[in-house]
Structure formats: structure tokens, C-alpha cells
């Protein structure tokens, strides 16, 4: 009956959590899809963006970035790899950016200032995060450590109720 408790109470804070990350996305969504049509339509008159695949050199770096954005409709994937519309819209505004001269850093910044830290699909390895990339080995040499002594001291002891003879034959205890 506690392993059920206890499976109970995991599924319950995995769906609270989820809950509360989802209902930040669609927030922020909503709040910035028209923002991002706008900004798309607001490029400098004399700017020229050149079309995907005209310039190769762009498109890698907006495949690059696009890679590491994720999609606020599909949230699973990157806008690079998503079919949303805003995630093209997305990409639109990336490549916008980068032919006006902005870095790859300056281009991921605007987004970040835009959507908060979960935009990004690979944690950035600072402050509290640092949890995500540590306690993992933390845990796994902790485990290897605990068996390793454990392992030590069952083999020092033997089994109970054999000795071993000096021939290296097992023989039961009077």
C-alpha cells in the first residue's frame, strides 16, 4: 500500500509541475505572438533580407540558433524542426536579425528577454541550473562508492556457516 501512496504522490507532482510550466508558455504566447508578427513587418526599409537558401552562410547561422529556440506552440521541439506557424515566424525574425548584423548571442539575448529562460532547449550552465548537469554524476558516484564498499564487505565476510579449507574446497562447519 506505500509503494501506491508513493507512486500516487509522484503523479501527482509530475501533473502539478507540468501544469504549472504549461500555463507560463501559453501565457507568454499569447502575450507575444502578435509581438512577433509585428516586429517581423517593422524591418528597416533599406534592410534587405535575403530569401532561405539564397544565402548559405546565413542559413547555417539560422539554422544554428533556430536549433537551440524552442517552439511556444510545440514545446517538445525547436522552431527549426517545428511546423507551427510562429515558429516560421520565429525563424523569419532570427534570420531578419541576423542579416541586420546582429550576433548569434544578441539574437538568442532578444529571445530570452522576450520569453524567459524556458525558450531555450539546453538549460544554460549557470545558477541553479548547474543542479541539471550534477547531481546526476553526484548521484552515480555516490551509487558506484556505496556498492563498491558494500561489494568489499560481503566478500570479506564469506558466506555464513562455510569455511574454506586450505585445499580451496568448500566444507560445512561442525
Not at 11 to 16: D, F, H
Not at 138 to 149: N, P, Q
Amino acid at each position: 500500500m506505500r509503494v501506491t501512496r508513493g507512486v500516487r504522490m509522484t503523479a501527482l507532482v509530475l501533473c502539478l509541475l507540468t501544469t504549472a510550466g504549461a500555463s507560463q508558455p501559453a501565457r507568454a504566447q499569447a502575450t507575444s505572438a502578435g509581438a512577433d508578427a509585428a516586429a517581423l513587418q517593422t524591418a528597416p526599409a533599406g534592410v534587405q533580407v535575403p530569401l532561405p537558401g539564397a544565402d548559405s552562410v546565413l542559413d547555417r547561422r539560422v539554422k544554428a540558433v533556430a536549433q537551440r529556440l524552442r517552439c511556444p506552440v510545440c514545446q517538445g521541439e525547436s522552431i527549426q524542426d517545428s511546423p507551427a506557424e510562429l515558429a516560421t515566424q520565429m525563424k523569419g525574425l532570427v534570420r531578419e536579425q541576423l542579416a541586420n548584423g546582429r550576433s548569434e548571442q544578441q539574437v538568442l539575448d532578444y529571445f530570452l528577454a522576450k520569453y524567459g529562460d524556458w525558450i531555450l532547449l539546453e538549460p544554460r550552465r549557470s545558477g541553479l541550473n548547474l543542479l541539471l548537469y550534477w547531481v546526476p554524476v553526484v548521484f552515480l558516484l555516490t551509487g558506484g562508492i556505496a556498492v563498491y564498499f558494500v561489494a568489499r564487505r560481503w566478500m570479506q565476510a564469506g558466506a555464513p556457516g562455510v569455511e574454506v579449507a586450505p585445499g580451496g574446497v568448500d566444507s560445512p562447519r561442525p
